[in-house]
């Protein structure tokens, strides 16, 4: 279906990340501060009928693929209901969940039942007491058996983010890498982004990619894989005969803004047209009347900038809009 979602500047828009909570059972060191977090009251949270409703609305206008997020979105009870609503509707093709992956185990193979197509799980570290430290207090055993778990239910390929952080986990890259030599597991480098109060970490512990290049080529031959489907953003390569893939995200040092065909809709109802800028656009109220919501889809669609001009905001250049003040648990990431 050809999409009717398209901005100022000719990008097509197919795709929404849609957050289905502000809650989190985590509070990684960069998306969320370890105490103090002030979450959305339960009414505030958009119904999983809403949430339907909009997209049921959207659906004509082009958007195929969606995304769930949080927050955690699996401390959400029934998130497999939500799954078969989204994928019963007609045009919607794709649905995928970014989880931290501590619930997944019990999860995996109803999500999959109920239409989820694919699984990205966040995982920064394989040493538990790091991992535990990095996600202040998470148990990496619980992630990798949501990774057995989704690969024994049938999602191929599993993809895992990585943040890369400096004298954080920058030294288990070849360790990543070398999940990727055996089984279909693709791993997402990601840079680490100065969003939310993660400013003061961020200094610190941002890292660009080409680390990731160099550490690779020291031990092995790798290719570009030119585009993959699903990998959105990353540019991805593969160890010469290896089974997975690995790329590389990086929305800080070299954006991909060019080619953005997202939109976001936050827990609380909120169209965000741009990951950066604190630009919102509250749909709730008018959710069952899809005129109504489609107009203001286009209306979001036509603040979208260019460019979220992150860099340019850190190196206090002046910039055509003011940052979100929101973490990244709140936006979806
Ligand atoms: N809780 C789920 C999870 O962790 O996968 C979904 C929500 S989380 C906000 C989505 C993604 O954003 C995760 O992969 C996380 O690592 C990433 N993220 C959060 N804060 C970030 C930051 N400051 N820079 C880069 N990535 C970040
Ligand atoms: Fe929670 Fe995901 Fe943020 Fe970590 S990155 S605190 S798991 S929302």
């Known amino acids: 279906m050809e999409s009717k ?8 828009h197919d795709y929404l990340r849609i957050s289905v909570t502000d809650r989190c059972n985590l509070r990684c ?8 977090m002030q979450f959305e009251p339960t009414e505030r949270i958009l ?9 049921q609305a959207l659906a004509p206008l082009g ?26 509707i007609p045009g919607i093709e794709d649905i995928a969940l970014t989880t931290n992956g501590i619930f997944l185990a019990a999860h995996a193979e109803m999500l999959k039942a109920a239409g989820l197509t694919r699984v990205n799980i966040s995982l920064d570290s394989l040493k538990p007491e790091r991992f535990a430290r990095i996600t202040r207090g998470g148990k990496v055993h619980r992630v990798l058996e949501g990774i057995k778990a989704s690969q024994k239910a049938g999602f191929k390929p599993i993809k895992l983010n990585v943040v890369l952080m400096k004298g954080v986990n920058d030294d288990e890259v070849e360790d990543f890498l070398r999940m990727t030599l055996e089984a279909p597991i693709d791993i ?17 512990s941002y890292l660009p990619l080409e680390h990731v290049l160099k550490t690779c080529g020291t031990k092995w031959n790798y290719e570009s894989c030119g585009d993959v ?42 169209i965000k047209p741009c990951l950066y800028w604190s630009d919102e656009y509250n749909v709730r109220p008018l959710v069952g009347d899809d005129k ?9 669609l036509g603040s979208k900038p260019e460019t979220h001009d992150m860099v340019k905001a850190l190196k206090g250049q002046e910039i055509n809009g003011t940052p979100t003040l929101r973490h990244m648990s709140q936006i979806g990431g």
């Open 5 to 12: 979602l398209i901005d100022p500047f000719g990008r097509v």
């Open 29 to 36: 060191v960069y998306c969320m501060p370890e105490e103090g």
């Open 47 to 55: 119904s999983y009928e809403e949430i339907t409703s909009i997209v």
């Open 63 to 88: 958007i195929r693929k969606l995304r769930l997020t949080g927050g955690e979105p699996l401390v959400r009870k029934g998130l497999d209901q939500l799954v078969a609503m989204l994928s019963a």
């Open 188 to 204: 997402r480098f990601i840079e680490y982004m100065p969003i939310g109060d993660s400013g003061t970490g961020w200094k610190s």
């Open 229 to 270: 489907y699903g990998n959105g953003p990353a540019d991805s390569y593969r160890i010469v005969g290896a089974a997975g893939t690995f790329g590389l995200i990086h929305p800080v040092s070299s954006h991909f803004c060019g080619s953005c065909n997202r939109l976001r809709l936050t827990a609380d109802g909120n």
């Open 292 to 300: 109504a919501v489609q107009d203001l889809f286009y209306k979001a």
